[in-house]
């Protein structure tokens, strides 16, 4: 079945940086494009981060551009996210999601959704 | 930039009662880009719902979607004691974007 594992996180001092990893299976993984998604504690959901299947593409929330970056080996079918000059506002837990680009061929419609996601891995920004 | 608005915040009920969660866009939303998803303390969010109507696998059949343009409903038909959770919709325009949460208690 499809797992999504992440690892990487812990405890950081403000201005640092951290790299999470998201370790995939149970599906192949350069079919998909994959996504960072974070939780403060006792908060929403805030996307992060977007790469494309390749690789070549990615997109960022204003809240972390020019600071995260997200990565994937498909050797090794794992998504990174590489964390610098980290702030306290960067606690929280960090999800990785798979995307789901699911063709209906009866409606003609094309639906995009995370269909699969990690447990979480805590990031804890403070001196 | 696309806001979903979830309301009520808490919604407190009995089990076996109907859930009514709602969620509005501030503006109209692409039909196929529409979803709700469940989380539970401690836990990952889980898929519920996609393209505003669709079931996920294993959902059961109390969970439905509806809705059209700018106003989404997520209505639970008679509430089970492990439907109690926090309810997020999220749309896919420019980049995913998750309304608020409702978050759905035993009163």
């Known amino acids: 079945q499809v797992q999504l594992v992440e690892s990487g996180g812990g405890v950081v001092q403000p201005g640092r940086s951290l790299r999470l990893s998201c370790a995939t299976s149970?599906?192949?993984?350069?079919?998909?494009?994959m996504h960072w998604v974070r939780q403060a504690p006792g908060k929403g959901l805030e996307w992060v981060a977007v790469?494309?299947?390749?690789?070549?593409?990615?997109y960022y929330a204003d809240s972390v551009k020019g600071r995260f970056t997200i990565s994937r080996d498909i050797s090794k079918k794992t998504l990174y996210l590489q964390m610098n000059s980290l702030r306290s506002e960067d606690t929280a837990v960090y999800y990785c999601?798979?995307?789901?680009?699911?063709?209906?061929?009866?409606?003609?419609?094309?639906?995009?959704?995370?269909?699969?996601w990690g447990q979480g891995s805590l990031v804890t920004v403070s001196s | 930039e696309l806001v979903l608005t979830q309301s009520p915040g808490t919604l407190s009920l009995f089990p076996g009662e109907r859930a009514t969660l709602s969620c509005r866009a501030s503006?109209?939303?692409?039909?196929?880009?529409l979803a709700w998803y469940q989380q539970k303390p401690g836990q990952a969010p889980r898929l519920l719902i996609y393209?505003?109507?669709n079931r996920a696998t294993g959902v059961p059949d109390r969970f439905s979607g509806s809705g059209s343009g700018r106003d989404f409903t997520l209505t639970i038909s008679r509430l089970e004691p492990e439907d109690f959770a926090v309810y997020y919709c999220?749309?896919?325009?420019?980049?995913?974007?998750f309304g608020r949460g409702t978050k759905v208690e035993i009163k």
């Open positions: 999601a798979r995307w789901r680009d699911n063709f209906d061929s009866l409606t003609g419609f094309r639906h995009y959704y995370f269909d699969h």
């Open positions: 149970g599906f192949t993984f350069s079919n998909y494009a």
């Open positions: 790469i494309s299947l390749e690789g070549d593409k990615k």
């Open positions: 503006q109209s939303v692409s039909t196929s880009y």
């Open positions: 393209g505003i109507s």
């Open positions: 999220q749309q896919h325009g420019s980049s995913p974007t």
